[in-house]
């Protein structure tokens, strides 16, 4: 039963990791749901943080590889107003700026007062809120390109905000670039990119802080079923996102996140 348990957060943490639904919003609905506690709740989120971080890696290698090499070569010979990879490398780099200074200095302020189901519904609401206005009244043709040092740290503040269970960090990313009339596949793309050091410093850091716990075989084989259930389901969500993307619009998500937003606070109101 924990290993089922466990390969159901998986996924959902895979699905939701990249739908712009709110992973960590759903992972607190979840549990709350299914009232189910492991032998270590922080290590089990490193498993399926890892999951989410394999799976990005997987679906991007090719661009990782490509913009490592413009970044290393910037260093030598700065030509960003020619080399689009060269730029395209250090907005990224720019973009992890607020997230990690809100990741050091508020994440526990954040857990402590945002943490908790009817705050989840609550941003669930509001950003389906915002999904809606920009997909009714911003245009979205514009490539990744048109993307400035100032529009870049931009998104990369939506990525701090998104540090709020329920806000979801792809939601607030791709509505940002939305905002600024990026095409929704070039949107996507640029908010899983700049992911990828801020998923991989998380991971770093929640790993130090489970270095001295202790974990069993069969905490392993549950804590692992978590992890390759959050790959698979992370890469299929990923393909299927980028490709929906390009003939459709945000408003089905922000339907799906009013409907869940309502519904727990209706739920909560009855009992």
């Not at 699905?15 to 960590?24: C, G, H, M, N, R």
């Not at 070569?73 to 700065?78: A, D, E």
């Not at 998104?155 to 939601?171: D, E, F, K, T, Y």
Request: proline share 1%; net charge positive; charged share 15%.
């Amino acid at each position: 039963m924990d290993v089922l348990i466990s390969i159901i957060l998986g996924i959902v943490q895979g699905l939701t990791e990249f739908l712009p639904i709110s992973s960590s919003g759903h992972l607190v609905i979840f549990h709350d749901i299914l009232n189910w506690q492991t032998a270590d709740n922080l290590a089990f989120d490193v498993f399926l943080h890892w999951g989410t971080l394999v799976a990005l890696v997987i679906y991007f290698y090719k661009d990782i590889i490509r913009y490592l090499r413009a970044f290393l070569k910037s260093l030598r010979h700065w030509n960003l107003k020619n080399d689009l990879d060269q730029k395209l490398a250090w907005l990224i780099l720019i973009s992890m700026v607020p997230a990690v200074i809100a990741g050091l200095f508020l994440n526990k302020i954040i857990d402590q007062l945002f943490r908790n189901i009817i705050s989840v519904a609550f941003f669930l609401i509001i950003v389906g809120l915002i999904f809606l206005l920009v997909e009714k009244y911003c245009c979205h043709e514009k490539e990744l390109t048109s993307l400035t040092w100032g529009k870049s740290l931009l998104l990369g503040v939506a990525q701090a905000i998104a540090l709020i269970p329920g806000v979801s960090r792809s939601g607030a990313t791709i509505s940002t670039g939305l905002a600024f009339n990026l095409k929704r596949e070039e949107a996507a793309r640029f908010s899983f990119l700049m992911s990828i050091p801020i998923v991989f410093a998380a991971g770093m850091k929640k790993a130090w802080d489970m270095k001295d716990i202790a974990l069993s075989g069969y905490d392993i084989l549950i804590y692992l079923a978590g992890f390759v259930a959050a790959v698979i389901a992370g890469y299929l969500v990923i393909k299927f996102l980028l490709n929906y993307l390009k003939n459709h619009s945000l408003n089905i998500f922000a339907y799906y996140r009013i409907i869940v937003g309502v519904a727990i606070i209706i739920y909560f109101m009855v009992i």
